[in-house]
């Protein structure tokens, strides 16, 4: 009990819904966090880890069928379908709240309800959120323990404030004397992961995996908060922040939007392969943004962990990655050794004998199956990032120089084009495409339109988003400080394989970004944009590369071009009047520099 009464009322409301055995409060405490993954340890849900190889580390592996998100379970409830626009799915809140209360009904039977009270951002800063998650999955609340700022404490900060209220259930109540499964969860069409924008509630049912279930991550930073950013004037995005420190020791930071498993962590947390440069990490999955008063445009990660993708991380990728995750962190559907660690494909060594994989089998390497789940993640608290940012938890944020978008294109994007305006930017951001990954449940490796990476994370319509962006730009309080933005593609493929080095050698392009942000290096307009003139990107030391093989990396081909044409007219169509006219004449322009 809390002295919030609405709060009170709140949880005393869901538990007579909900029906648990127990209700615990959390209070994010050493040893609550200890005695729950404890008793996660003792009903085989769990395994600790080899103590000397990974302190304070677990094991988890899910039910088969819950190994991402749901997209096609995944609601926007506006009381309006138009409201959710054509690229979400919509119910209408009436319907979908009484579909979910029957589901609820007596959902955590013999189960324990916990209420973790949570804050995205630093706990008290000015522009961080509270929300409280009711959940009956204690892996809920091991990781959430880690992605945000969860405990007694929060209370103290919300007193009789306002929160957004976040229900969630495994959706798997259990009979008396009835023996737990390893992974509780509800079969595919029966999970729910639900959005009610203009009430600001989360209800989410029957799934316990990442973004289905972490609900302070996707539904709340991202889908709830778009909602709350388009209301209040600010920006809520899928974008990994990072500190950008050249030679001379002068600093940028820099955001950027790839669509899930496209890359964000990596570049987050880069080590750079240009001498004297440097990276650090602020965020790698969500960036809220609002202007300062000094007119830029600043960000802070509302996240206080990494919610990373584990196969192919590994001391040469993506070192600071696999730093973090050393100790105290979560590992979920990754491959068991018989020492107590765990492996994964590209970790950098080989598989030792008798690992075991993800479904709980002894790992085979000949049967040509994986050992991690190609979506398998660690959870790991970001302060152990050796990279991290001393601003990261900076309640002021950071100041923005740059934004990217991105995405896997094998084909037709370069390797970076910068923006000629702030609409042009938002054209770049509203086109984004990329194939498909083990992120969310579905085929893999289908190009489809990504918008600013957010296709699965907007709360409202796509359209209107795009609106909101181009109102940013009319509305910055200083035009001429506004972000330069560009696009980039590191998986531009020939013969099936990848052109550009990528990871640390990424560190190439973002030096040439921070000269772009100076007024620097030289570049060659095209039809999309700006592209970097042939010698502007330091190749030197860079084994494969020749001028030959990176004037495919950067090659502009209009007639590939015409192609993407009919494809985006088609993207442009779906949203009738909500598409702002400043991207119809954008499209416009494109059209008319190729000649059509
Ligand atoms: P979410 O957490 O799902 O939002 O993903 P993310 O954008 O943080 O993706 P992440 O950095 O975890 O990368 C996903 C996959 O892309 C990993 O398997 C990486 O190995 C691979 N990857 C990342 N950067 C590069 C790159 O520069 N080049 C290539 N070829 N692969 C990369
Ligand atoms: C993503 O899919 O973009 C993720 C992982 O960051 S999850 O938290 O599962 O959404
Ligand atoms: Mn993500």
Not at 252 to 279: D, E, H, R
Not at 475 to 483: E, I, M, V, W
Request: hydrophobic share 40%; net charge neutral.
């Amino acid at each position: 009990m809390t002295k919030n009464q609405k709060l009170n009322q709140w949880v005393a409301e869901w538990t007579a819904i909900c029906q648990p055995d127990r209700v615990h409060w959390c209070d994010g405490s050493e040893e609550e966090n200890q005695q729950i993954l404890d008793s996660m340890v003792a009903s085989g849900m769990a395994v600790k880890l080899n103590e000397e190889k990974r302190p304070n580390s677990y094991y988890f592996q899910s039910d088969p069928s819950d190994v991402a998100r749901v997209e096609n379970r995944t609601f926007i409830c506006s009381k309006k379908e138009e409201d959710a626009g054509p690229t979400n799915h919509w119910e209408d809140p009436v319907k979908m709240k009484e579909i979910l209360l029957q589901k609820y009904t007596g959902c955590m039977k013999g189960r324990t309800m916990y209420v973790m009270p949570f804050s995205m951002g630093p706990l008290g800063s000015k522009i961080a959120h509270i929300g409280v998650q009711i959940t009956d999955s204690p892996y809920v609340v091991v990781n959430m323990r880690i992605m945000t700022r969860m405990g007694s404490k929060v209370l103290d900060v919300l007193g009789d404030g306002d929160f957004v209220p976040c229900i969630h259930s495994v959706g798997a109540p259990l009979k008396p004397g009835q023996k737990d499964v390893k992974w509780p969860c509800a079969p595919i069409e029966e999970k729910f992961i639900t959005h009610f924008p203009e009430t600001h509630e989360i209800w989410s049912y029957g799934s316990g995996y990442g973004g289905n279930a972490l609900l302070g991550k996707k539904c709340f930073a991202l889908r709830i908060a778009t909602v709350m950013a388009r209301e209040q004037g600010w920006l809520a995005e899928h974008m990994l922040i990072l500190g950008l420190t050249n030679p001379k020791g002068e600093k940028k930071y820099v955001a950027a939007a790839f669509p899930s498993a496209c890359g964000k962590t990596n570049l987050a947390m880069l080590v750079p392969t240009i001498p004297g440069w440097k990276v650090e990490c602020v965020g790698d999955d969500i960036a809220w943004m609002k202007f300062g008063a000094d007119g830029r445009l600043y960000a802070i990660n509302p996240e206080a962990g990494f919610f990373g993708v584990a196969p192919y991380t590994s001391m040469q990728t993506n070192p600071n990655a696999l730093l973090s995750c050393r100790a105290n962190t979560i590992f979920t559907n990754v491959g068991l050794t018989p020492d107590g660690d765990i492996w994964w494909e590209g970790i950098g060594t080989d598989c030792p004998a008798g690992t075991i994989n993800w479904k709980n089998q002894v790992h085979d390497p000949a049967s040509g199956e994986v050992c991690a789940h190609p979506n398998s993640r660690f959870t790991a608290p970001a302060y152990q990032c050796p990279a991290i940012d001393k601003d990261w938890e900076n309640p002021a944020g950071v100041p923005i120089s740059a934004i990217l978008f991105g995405g896997r294109r094998p084909s037709t994007v370069p390797l970076i084009h910068e923006a000629m305006s702030w609409n042009h930017g938002v054209f770049m951001g509203s086109i984004v495409s990329s194939e498909t990954t083990a992120a969310v449940i579905g085929q893999v490796g289908i190009v489809r339109r990504d918008p600013f990476a957010m296709l699965p994370f907007c709360g409202y319509n796509m359209g209107d988003y795009f609106g909101h962006w181009i109102s940013i730009g009319k509305n910055a309080p200083d035009p001429t400080k506004l972000p330069k933005v560009f696009y980039v593609n590191w998986f531009r493929k020939e013969n099936g394989k990848f052109l550009w080095p990528g990871y640390g050698d990424n560190s190439r392009v973002l030096a040439y970004i921070f000269d772009r942000c100076d007024g620097k290096g030289e570049t060659v307009d095209t039809v999309i944009g700006k592209v970097p003139a042939p010698s502007a990107i330091n190749i030197e030391g860079l084994k494969d590369m020749t001028p030959e093989k990176m004037a495919k990396v950067l090659n502009v081909d209009k007639e590939e071009w015409k192609k993407e044409i009919a494809l985006i007219d088609e993207h442009y169509a779906r949203f009738g009047s909500h598409l702002p006219k400043e991207l119809a004449a954008e499209l416009q322009g494109f059209k008319q520099r190729l000649g059509i």
